[in-house]
């Protein structure tokens, strides 16, 4: 594998933010299989610092930092497109003129690798449901993460072995690099499509074509699984090849799939049905979460995981990091930090899950838009929320056209939360799940999460 690169020169275009990301591990594998490297980043190169102390030993790697130059896409052998750059780039319409070809870390990762793979991807729930799948595999099985999650499956070229199984969250963005390898996962999961990216995105309709992608090339003998209770995803499964199996909070008859009957989750199959677990088995709160149980528990039946083990691990699963996560309790005030919530869905979600009769949730949230409706987020925000912090932005300044109520504007994460616990009392929650993108204020979701983490841990 690594002589087919051996003095070849590609280009990385995009190195990325994330450490063990696309565009970073692109350049250590092609360092690695001796290929003559040249990164270029938008990204001045004191912002990338941390990943160029990964690349300072190998002497095979040129760098081009603040912008691109037409010449550096004129003559390469490859150009790797970093998932985060656009396949308008004027500079990858060049590459496509002097026919060069153009690749990401997917289509390089499964142009070597033919492992077993589990595709999960959606609008809000990926990640945790991509968690709780890997969890439930790598008990009786040898399986990798990776994918959306921050982590490039070229990270593990080198390393995996034949009978590894491959668990991948994909955004929108990586299920493109499987239209050059016609490769779709042989399980996918689609948690469900919203609204999101349509600062990206010409439509809804252009967003979700990208998310089906997913069971494209799906053969008949592979399986995708879809929520029921989406209206979305259920006008996907129009002219689907493979198997669909549905999951729903509520029952159904006649297809296989997964519910909930009263107490007790219900897979069925060829018309015959189990009980696998409990809903009280379930340690996370949420509807959808739920929902993104479900989801991940049909796949453990689909591969085959033992009702025992799936209850075992139900049982032990407290959610992922980012996620609804429980950082501290300090005096009767719980502060979770919710920051991948960055559409108002994620939001809705997070302020459901606490929600009830009395107001107790102090909400920071706010940010950049990205081109999405805030009503229902503001509707929400109304009937849930005690007191309201935002970050300002282009999605506050819609959020604040929908809703006439108390709020305060702060500009660092420390002011936030000083604020939040001023305002706390006895059985509040200190909530931080923006609805919004990060950009401006932070360097992405995962660092506005890490400084909430932080400035919480101080008080």
């Known amino acids: 594998m690594k002589s087919d690169f051996k003095d070849k020169k590609v280009v990385i275009m995009g190195l990325g933010g994330y450490g063990e990301g696309s565009g970073i591990s692109a350049a250590l594998f092609f360092a690695r299989s001796g290929a003559r490297v040249f990164v270029t980043d938008m990204k001045k190169e004191e912002e990338l610092k941390h990943q160029l102390k990964k690349l300072n030993k190998f002497k095979n790697i040129r760098y081009f930092f603040g912008g691109h130059r037409k010449k550096d896409f004129q003559k390469a052998d490859l150009i790797f497109q970093n998932p985060s750059v656009p396949d308008s780039s004027p500079y990858l319409n060049i590459a496509r003129e002097n026919r060069i070809p153009i690749i990401n870390d997917w289509s390089l990762f499964l142009d070597y690798c033919n492992n077993f793979l589990i595709g999960i991807t959606g609008s809000k729930g990926k990640s945790t ?73 010409k439509s809804i309709k252009d967003y979700h074509n990208d998310k089906k992608i997913i069971f494209k090339f799906q053969k008949t003998g592979d399986s995708l699984i879809l929520n029921k209770d989406d209206e979305k995803s259920k006008k996907a499964a129009s002219g689907v090849k493979s198997r669909i199996f549905w999951f729903s909070k509520r029952f159904f008859t006649g297809k296989g799939g997964i519910f909930v009957r009263g107490k007790d989750i219900v897979f069925r199959i060829k018309g015959k049905e189990e009980r696998v677990a409990k809903i009280s088995d379930i340690k996370i709160p949420g509807d959808h979460n739920l929902e993104n149980i479900l989801a ?45 919530a960055t559409n108002p869905d994620g939001a809705v979600s997070a302020l459901k899950a606490f929600g009830g009769k009395k107001k107790r949730i102090i909400l920071i949230a706010g940010g950049v838009d990205k081109n999405l409706d805030y009503g229902e987020f503001a509707k929400t925000i109304k009937k ?61 979701e995962f660092d506005r999460g890490k400084q909430f983490m932080k400035e919480v841990k101080k008080l």
């Open 129 to 201: 449901t991509t968690s709780l799948v890997y969890d439930f595999l790598k008990k009786k099985n040898r399986a990798i993460l990776c994918g959306n999650i921050g982590v490039s499956p070229l990270k593990y070229m080198n390393s995996i072995k034949q009978d590894d199984i491959v668990v991948a969250e994909f955004s929108s963005w990586l299920l493109r690099g499987l239209l050059p390898v016609k490769r779709s996962p042989n399980i996918a999961i689609i948690t469900n499509l919203k609204s999101d990216h349509l600062d990206k995105y």
């Open 296 to 340: 991940a528990v049909c796949a453990a039946k689909i591969f085959g995981i033992k009702n025992a083990d799936i209850k075992d691990i139900l049982s032990k699963f407290k959610g992922i990091a980012d996620r609804l996560e429980l950082v501290r309790e300090i005096k009767g005030v719980k502060y979770y930090n919710d920051t991948t």
């Open 384 to 444: 849930e929320v005690k007191e309201l912090i935002l970050f300002p932005g282009t999605a506050t300044d819609k959020i604040l056209k929908e809703l006439n109520v108390h709020h305060s504007v702060v500009h660092k994460m420390k002011e936030a939360v000083c604020l939040a616990k001023s305002f706390a009392k006895k059985g509040d929650i200190i909530l931080l799940s923006p609805g919004a993108a990060s950009f401006g204020l932070f360097k992405n």
